[in-house]
């Protein structure tokens, strides 16, 4: 096992913020994991697991010992009546999985086509895009526990999924830990990922944007890649390309609030987007309250706020004079009191800062 140090992170977080890892193991197997955990110097210290770096804020160096998860593979593990079964290493790029199944006839995951980040970070956030969720396509994961070693299994329920949530986002001693009162923060390993592909394949429409695709190509039924392609050039227009500029998809969460809450907000502010839930909730559009504070364009040093997008935060000083990760978190806060105050909204933010 190699304990590497000061290891540049800029090229491993997409916002590409200039920061180092003080110490790094690159985590290619089971194997390099169990290695860490006998090592006398190594077992007992704080780790941070860091997969694709998309969605993440690095204001300083790291300091635990950062454990890079680089582990590759995908293949079919079994089929039944309903479902392809695919699995895939964590270190796996997301996209590139994506366009493997489409390629080899398993479809059901085209409308997350080109979010960006690796295969193991997308149940921690349970990442979602045009009307479907990780959780509506996800069978199971290995992982393996960072204090004892061992290694264990979830399925859906037990990832306690929810918006942007699942119980690797919270500590076991929060007040909000996952449905099962416990959570897995920091304390687990994601190795493997299982999805579950629909054989009774069916499309997920009914967002403007794919509608506005259908209506123009005049395709009425279209297959998996053909929406996979719409998608693609969907995200290419409206979101920036964090190789190009960086930044970590949207920074904050969609808010949601009460009927009631609403309605009080429509009063003062007819125009602002909503959307009713099944729950009788209301979720609102965070970039249209952020961009109706006026904050399009703005910046904060080289931290700005994408200016076709108002809910990404965007690198604007590129690899040579980057935003630092305290320019973002400024910024962040702006917009938060902003919101605010306009709104009497909070805006919760979506990475983590590290
Ligand atoms: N809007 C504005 N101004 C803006 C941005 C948005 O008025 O600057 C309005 C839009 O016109 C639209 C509404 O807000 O009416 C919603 O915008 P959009 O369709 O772009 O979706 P979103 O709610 O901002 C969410 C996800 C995205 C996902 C899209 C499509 C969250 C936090 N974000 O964005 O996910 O791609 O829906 O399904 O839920 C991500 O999580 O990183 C991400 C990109």
Redesign the pocket.
């Known amino acids: 096992m190699l304990v590497e140090k000061n290891v540049p992170l800029q090229s491993s977080n997409s916002f590409g913020i200039v920061a180092k890892a003080l110490s790094l193991v690159r985590i290619k197997s089971e194997a390099d994991i169990a290695a860490v955990l006998q090592d006398p110097a190594l077992q007992a210290s704080p780790k941070f697991v860091l997969g694709g770096g998309s969605n993440i804020v690095l204001t300083g160096d790291v300091k635990p010992l950062v454990l890079k998860v680089e582990i590759m593979g995908r293949r079919l593990v079994s089929e039944n009546a309903k479902a392809w079964i695919v699995e895939a290493g964590a270190g796996e790029n997301w996209h590139d999985l994506v366009t493997w199944t489409l390629q080899n006839g398993y479809p059901g995951l085209e409308n997350l086509a080109l979010i960006p980040g690796t295969v193991g970070a997308t149940p921690v956030q349970n990442i979602?895009?045009?009307g479907v969720e990780l959780q509506d396509r996800f069978d199971s994961l290995d992982a393996i526990d960072l204090t004892t070693g061992q290694p264990f299994t979830l399925d859906a329920a037990q990832c306690a999924f929810g918006y942007?949530d699942s119980v690797f986002k919270h500590s076991s001693t929060a007040r909000s830990a996952g449905a099962q009162g416990f959570g897995l923060a920091d304390k687990a390993l994601i190795t493997r990922v299982r999805f579950a592909l629909p054989k009774a394949w069916k499309p997920v429409l009914g967002?403007a944007d794919i509608d506005k695709k259908m209506l123009q190509s005049k395709v009425d039924m279209p297959d998996a890649l053909q929406i996979y392609e719409w998608i693609c050039e969907i995200r290419k227009a409206?979101?920036p390309d964090p190789q190009v500029i960086g930044n970590a998809?949207?920074f904050?969460?969609?808010p949601t609030v009460s009927l009631e809450q609403c309605e009080d907000i429509i009063q003062r502010e007819p125009k602002i987007?909503h959307y009713r839930l099944a729950d009788g909730s209301v979720k609102l559009?965070?970039?249209?309250l952020?961009?109706a504070c006026g904050w399009?364009g703005k910046s904060v040093g080289n931290a700005g706020v994408y200016d076709k997008?108002?809910?990404v935060l965007v690198n604007k000083g590129g690899v040579s004079n980057p935003a630092t990760g305290g320019e973002v978190m400024t910024l962040a806060k702006a917009i938060q009191t902003s919101v605010y105050e306009r709104f009497g909204i909070r805006l919760e933010p979506?990475p983590v800062v590290v």
């Open positions: 979602g895009a045009y942007r967002y409206k979101l998809g949207s904050f969460k969609n987007v559009a965070a970039g249209w952020i961009d399009k997008q108002a809910l979506e």
